[in-house]
C-alpha cells in the first residue's frame, strides 16, 4: 500500500461508515473480465460479510477512474480506496474487522493463501484471457473493446493486451503452456481444499477475506462462458470448495436479496 493509500486509511478511520458508500467497476454484462469480476465480487462479498452497505456503481471507465488503474474501488465519504487489500484495511481502521479473532499465526496462514489466489489463479485468470488465442478473439477482445468506437477498440486492446504480456513475462508465465497453467490452477485448489479441510469456512470463527477472495475467484471462473471450460472444470473437482462457493452465494447474496 502506498502513502498516498495509508494516510486515505487513516484519515478514514476517523470517521463512521457512510450511508452512500459507492463501489465503482466495469459494467458487468458487456464489458468486465474474468480476472476483475473475480476482484470485483471478492470486494462484494467481504463487505457484505462485514454487514457494511453499499451501492453498486456500473461505470465504463472505472479503471481509469480507479487511483490504483484496478477495479474495484469505493467512494466513502470524502475517501476513494482500491481494491481488496486497500478496502479491507480501510474497514479496519473504522474498528470492523473479519479476524480480530485470529491470532498472529492464522492471520500470516490467511495472508499466505490469499497470495498463493493473486499469484496463481488470477495470473492463470490473466492468461487464459489474453493469451489463449480463442479465448481472446471470442471473448477478450470484444469485451475490452465493446466500449470504444472502432478504430479505437482494436487500439486499446493491442495496448492492454501489451500490458498483460509483459506483466506475465515477468512473473515467467508468458511462455508456460496451456497444460503448465491448468496445472498450476489444479495445484492452488488442491491446497486451497486441503486447508479448508472440510470446514464451513477456512477458520472456525467465520468467514474472512480470505473466504471473499476464494468465493470471487471460484464464482465467476464457475459461471463465466468461455471457449475452454478446462478452468471450470478443474474447480468442479473439489466438492468442498463447490461447496464454499454455494455456501456464501445462498448466505451473502440471495439471502440478502430476498430480505
Known amino acids: 500500500m502506498s502513502l498516498i493509500d495509508r494516510i486515505t486509511v487513516e484519515l478514514g478511520a476517523q470517521e463512521p461508515w457512510p450511508k452512500d458508500v459507492k463501489l ?3 459494467y458487468d454484462v458487456e464489458q468486465i473480465l474474468l480476472p476483475d469480476n473475480a476482484n470485483c465480487l471478492a470486494v462484494q462479498a467481504f463487505l457484505k ?20 488503474l484496478k477495479v474495484p474501488f469505493i467512494k466513502a465519504g470524502r475517501f476513494v480506496t482500491a481494491e481488496l487489500e486497500g478496502i479491507v484495511q480501510f474497514v479496519n481502521g473504522k474498528g470492523i474487522s473479519l479476524t480480530d479473532k485470529l491470532d498472529a499465526n492464522q492471520k500470516a496462514d490467511m495472508r499466505a493463501y490469499m497470495s498463493l489466489l493473486h499469484s496463481v489463479i488470477e495470473v ?4 487464459i484471457c489474453w493469451v489463449d488465442k480463442e479465448t481472446y478473439n471470442e471473448v477478450t477482445s470484444i469485451r475490452n473493446g465493446s466500449i470504444y468506437p472502432w478504430p479505437l477498440n482494436h487500439i486499446q486492446n493491442v495496448i492492454k493486451r501489451h500490458q498483460v504480456i509483459k506483466k ?3 512473473l515467467s508465465w508468458y511462455n508456460k503452456t496451456l497444460e503448465e497453467v491448468f496445472q498450476e490452477v489444479e495445484n492452488c485448489c488442491e491446497a486451497l481444499s486441503i486447508r479448508l479441510d472440510g470446514k464451513i469456512y477456512f477458520f472456525v470463527d467465520g468467514p474472512t477475506e480470505l ?6 475467484h471460484l464464482f465467476t471462473i464457475l459461471t463465466t462462458p468461455l471457449p475452454r471450460s478446462d478452468l471450470a472444470n478443474i474447480v468442479r473437482k473439489y466438492p468442498q470448495l463447490i461447496n464454499l462457493v454455494k455456501r456464501i452465494e445462498d448466505e451473502y447474496f440471495k439471502k440478502q436479496i430476498k430480505n
Not at 460479510?49 to 490504483?68: D, I, K, V, W
Not at 492463470?124 to 492468461?127: D, P, R
Open 49 to 68: 460479510m462485514c454487514h457494511l452497505e453499499f451501492q453498486l456503481e456500473l461505470r465504463a471507465n472505472a479503471e481509469s477512474m480507479s487511483p490504483t
Open 211 to 216: 473466504d471473499a477472495l476464494v468465493f470471487g
Open 24 to 26: 465503482f467497476q466495469p
Open 124 to 127: 492463470a485468470e490473466l492468461y
Open 168 to 170: 506475465l513475462k515477468a
